[in-house]
Nanobody, 121 residues
């Protein structure tokens, strides 16, 4: 499956952005990771095909992950953005039938190209 992320941009602290990730075909679990220069790519949130979700603690209550299975598209609504949310955001997919909402990057074999999110203070 091929993934295409979009929706990044520049926003002031406290603002909102919505990221999208379009898949070329049917997906299983989908997730978002983010990476800042010089650091490893880190898990942000994930959603299963049945709607189960999981978030890293730092974004709980501010970010909402959702998906439209008919459109093979996943979204990340990001509210109350902080400068520390600045990163390149990557979408990912896996087809694990168990423990699919994993925070381990190695368990996600399919990746999109990334979209830059910059939050100014």
């Amino acid at each position: 499956v091929q993934l295409q992320a979009s929706g990044g941009g520049l926003v002031q602290a406290g603002g909102s952005l919505r990221l999208s990730c379009a898949a070329s075909g049917r997906t299983g679990n989908m997730g978002w990771f983010r990476q800042v220069p010089g650091k490893e790519r880190k898990f942000v949130a994930a959603i299963s095909r049945t709607g189960g979700t999981y978030y890293v603690d730092s974004v709980k209550g501010r970010f909402t992950i959702s998906s439209d299975n008919a459109k093979n598209t996943m979204y990340l609504q990001m509210n109350s953005l902080k400068p520390e949310d600045t990163a390149v955001y990557y979408c990912a997919a896996n087809y694990r039938s168990t423990a699919g909402l994993t925070t381990s990057r190695s368990e996600w074999p399919y990746w999109g190209q990334g979209t830059q999110v910059t939050v100014s203070s």
